[in-house]
């Protein structure tokens, strides 16, 4: 795809659907600790999803919070609502019933898709919020709430993702805070589109045989993209870990995946130096690794590169750009800048 992107655009469709129709299907498109899925897995899962959530009532336009880890579940559940025509916000699993509430009052969403054990915290968020909404839980039913696992024995297998115009809203990404309460920045599908060619597949450079890993988990939109859109989009791999990262679970995913591209933020990149056996991991399957979210120091990049010998790519973005916009190339990066 060239930088502009078609009218009719449904990420949904471009991300998953395209894949398997252009004979994809069987390439590993998810490595989780336990299994791999392939795209026709995937999309199988995505259209499970929309069936259930078009079977409660969603209609296009309409909001879907997702509060899952990292794992099919939550891949499947974001394509799901986004081929309904839906518009996801992705919420931090660990945030308390007051946060919630004060969400749900704002966003006005029509479902929630929560992980099961999540089911007390929402409960105690929805008591105190004055919008109601419905909860499908995800990985363990509770008594008088939709199952997904029950809901989607019941459903059709296939789904023809709903049309929708690249301007219309994909995800709703709320920025960090910096100038006082977050705010929701509401994204398109073709703002997605436009990035993941202009930065995924245009500045790192991403082919099929690429596999990437994350540091920070899927719903933040630096972790959403360069972890799963970007790969996505050429029929790469994409590694998801539902732990809270640490230096020892990353070391441990890089052990068993083998990833081609890191996705890092400058505090696990100090973490990863300064860790014991830093000195024996074997970082040599990465071809690049990214930096953002906060400036990298100069000396950080320093002992990075003296210590795993791979090439660090520091940028910058923002909620309301959704994803870098100023980046090191590979090749060029120069330590203390944003690049270009």
């Not at 994803?323 to 330590?335: C, D, K, T, W």
Request: hydrophobic fraction near 45%.
């Amino acid at each position: 795809m060239n930088l502009d992107p078609p009218e009719d655009l449904n990420l949904a469709d471009w991300l998953v659907d395209a894949r398997v129709r252009e004979g994809r299907g069987e390439r590993v498109a998810l490595r989780l600790p336990d299994r791999e899925l392939t795209y026709r897995d995937v999309q199988r899962l995505a259209h499970r999803f929309a069936n259930v959530l078009a079977g409660l009532g969603l209609r296009p336009e309409e909001r879907v919070l997702l509060a899952l880890p990292d794992g099919a579940e939550f891949v499947g559940a974001l394509f799901g609502a986004l081929a309904a025509g839906a518009s996801v916000v992705m919420l931090n699993p660990d945030l308390g019933a007051e946060a919630i509430a004060g969400l749900v009052d704002y966003l006005r969403p029509r479902l929630a898709v929560v992980d099961g054990r999540l089911v007390p915290v929402f409960g105690d968020a929805l008591g105190r919020a004055r919008e109601r909404l419905t909860l499908v839980t995800v990985g363990g039913a509770a008594p008088g709430l939709p199952s997904f696992e029950e809901l989607a024995r019941t459903v059709a297998e296939g789904f023809t993702a709903v049309r929708t115009h690249r301007d219309d809203s994909a995800v709703w990404l709320f920025s960090g805070g910096t100038t006082g309460r977050p705010k929701a920045v509401i994204q398109s599908h073709g703002s997605y589109a436009f990035t993941t060619v202009a930065y995924g597949q245009r500045t790192l450079g991403l082919a099929e045989d690429d596999i990437t890993l994350s540091v920070p988990k899927l719903y933040f939109g630096y972790a959403l993209g360069s972890n799963l859109f970007f790969p996505f989009s050429v029929g790469a791999s994409a590694c998801l870990f539902p732990e809270r990262a640490t230096a020892e679970s990353v070391f441990a995913a890089l052990r068993r995946h083998r990833p081609t591209v890191l996705v890092n933020v400058p505090t696990m990149i100090h973490q990863m130096v300064s860790h014991p056996e830093a000195g024996a991991q074997d970082l040599s399957c990465l071809r690049l690794a990214t930096s953002a979210g906060e400036a990298l120091p100069a000396p950080l990049y320093e002992r990075w590169r003296a210590t795993f010998g791979v090439e660090l790519l520091d940028g910058l973005g923002t909620a309301e750009q959704w994803h870098v916009f100023l980046s090191n190339r590979p090749g060029e990066a120069r330590p203390g800048t944003l690049g270009r």
